[in-house]
């Protein structure tokens, strides 16, 4: 189901939108969803250095319990 949007732009780029339109014979609103789909389907989210490093250190393997977990961690740093 389409529903109404109101944008407020400066005005350049109003123009530039209308140009882009005529050229691309798209109307602007097929050209802002477009560009909306495109950004969802990226899904990308500015992630911490630390926990982008973490990203995906699971995958493709079953995550370890609680128990599991703090056990590793004690033999890791108790040595």
């Known amino acids: 189901m389409n529903r109404k949007l109101t944008l407020s732009l400066d005005s350049n780029l109003?123009?530039?939108?209308?140009?882009?339109?005529?050229?691309?014979?798209?109307?602007?609103?097929?050209?802002?969803?477009?560009?909306?789909?495109?950004?969802?389907?990226?899904?990308?989210?500015d992630l911490p250095r630390?926990?982008?490093?973490?990203?995906?250190?699971f995958e493709g393997m079953a995550i370890p319990d609680k128990k599991e977990l703090r056990r590793m961690f004690h033999e890791k740093h108790s040595n």
Not at 18 to 40: C, D, G, M, Q, T
């Open 14 to 45: 109003i123009d530039f939108a209308h140009a882009f339109s005529r050229k691309s014979n798209k109307p602007i609103s097929k050209i802002v969803e477009n560009y909306f789909i495109e950004l969802k389907s990226q899904n990308t989210v």
């Open 50 to 57: 630390d926990l982008e490093e973490l990203y995906g250190i």
